[in-house]
Each structure stands twice: as C-alpha cells, then as structure tokens.
C-alpha cells in the first residue's frame, strides 16, 4: 500500500510543480483524511507527505507556523528520512 502512495505523492509533486496547487492540496487532504490507510503507511511515507503539505500550506495560506509545524511532524515520524522539502 505504502509504495501505490509514493506512486500517488509524485503524481501530487508534479501537479505542484506544474502550478496547480490547490488540486495538489485536495488530494494531500484525501491521502490523510483515511485514519485506517494513514494508519498502515509506512513512517518514511508519512513523512513525505507531511512535507509536501507543509510546502503547499506555505504557498497557499502564507502560514509560516503551520508549515514548521507539520515539517516539525514529519520529523518526528520519521528523524531519519530525506528532509527535502519538494523535489
């Protein structure tokens, strides 16, 4: 399930990278609103995608704080993983 998400979480970069920010945010949204399929992602998954929010609420909302914080979480989830914002 974990590598379908990471296939999904690079479709979502693109879009971020083409420009289309709020259909990225929609499905970051609908990737985390399952507690059951959050709950089974691998850690370093989360992480990415807790990023990837963290990138688009600063685009979106201008929330400096918002974003340290979800970056702060993915950190938390994941102290070991690559912490680059978006590739």
């Known amino acids: 399930f974990s590598?379908?998400?990471t296939e999904e979480l690079e479709r979502i970069k693109e879009l971020h990278r083409e420009g289309r920010l709020r259909e990225a945010a929609e499905?970051?949204?609908?990737m985390r609103a399952s507690k059951d399929e959050w709950a089974i992602l691998d850690d370093s998954v989360k992480a990415k995608i807790l990023k990837t929010v963290?990138?688009?609420v600063?685009?979106?909302?201008?929330?400096?704080?918002?974003?340290?914080?979800?970056?702060?979480e993915a950190l938390t989830i994941d102290p070991e993983g690559d912490h680059t914002l978006l590739k």
């Open 54 to 56: 963290a990138v688009n």
């Open 58 to 72: 600063l685009y979106l909302e201008d929330d400096l704080e918002k974003a340290k914080a979800l970056f702060n």
């Open 27 to 30: 499905k970051l949204a609908e």
């Open 3 to 5: 590598g379908k998400q």
